[in-house]
Nanobody, 117 residues
Framework: QVQLVESGGGLVQPGGSLRLSCAASGSIRSIYVMGWYRQAPGKQRELVATFYSGGVTNYSDSVKGRFTISRDNAKNTVYLQMNSLKPEDTALYFC???????????WGKGTLVTVSS
C-alpha cells in the first residue's frame, strides 16, 4: 500500500507561482514513477508531469517550460513547481504513483489550484 498526500494548492493571480507537494508513505520502495495529473471542471483528468526513478521527466505540452517536477528521495516527496500560471491551469491537481507489479496506480485526494485575478 502507498499513501499519497498533496498540499500547496491555493488561489494565485495569472503570472504567479505555486509549488505543490506530494508526500508518499507506505511501500515507497516499490514506486517506479510518480506524477501529477489535473482535472478541470467538466474535463477529463490529464497528465501534467511524471518523474521516473532514474530521473527521467516528462511534461505535457501545455505546461512545458513553465512547470518543473522534482523529487526529494530523503523526504519521499515529489514537487511540482508551477510558474507563469494561467487561468487555464485552474484544476484539481492529483498526485499519482505506480508500483512494480500492480496495474493500477495509487492516487492522492487532490489539491485545488485556482488561477484568477
Amino acid at each position: 500500500q502507498v499513501q499519497l498526500v498533496e498540499s500547496g494548492g491555493g488561489l494565485v493571480q495569472p503570472g504567479g507561482s505555486l509549488r505543490l507537494s506530494c508526500a508518499a508513505s507506505g511501500s515507497i520502495r516499490s514506486i517506479y514513477v510518480m506524477g501529477w495529473y489535473r482535472q478541470a471542471p467538466g474535463k477529463q483528468r490529464e497528465l501534467v508531469a511524471t518523474f521516473y526513478s532514474g530521473g527521467v521527466t516528462n511534461y505535457s505540452d501545455s505546461v512545458k517550460g513553465r512547470f518543473t517536477i522534482s523529487r526529494d528521495n530523503a523526504k519521499n516527496t515529489v514537487y511540482l513547481q508551477m510558474n507563469s500560471l494561467k487561468p487555464e491551469d485552474t484544476a484539481l491537481y492529483f498526485c499519482n504513483a505506480r508500483v512494480l507489479g500492480l496495474a493500477n496506480p495509487y492516487w492522492g485526494k487532490g489539491t485545488l489550484v485556482t488561477v484568477s485575478s
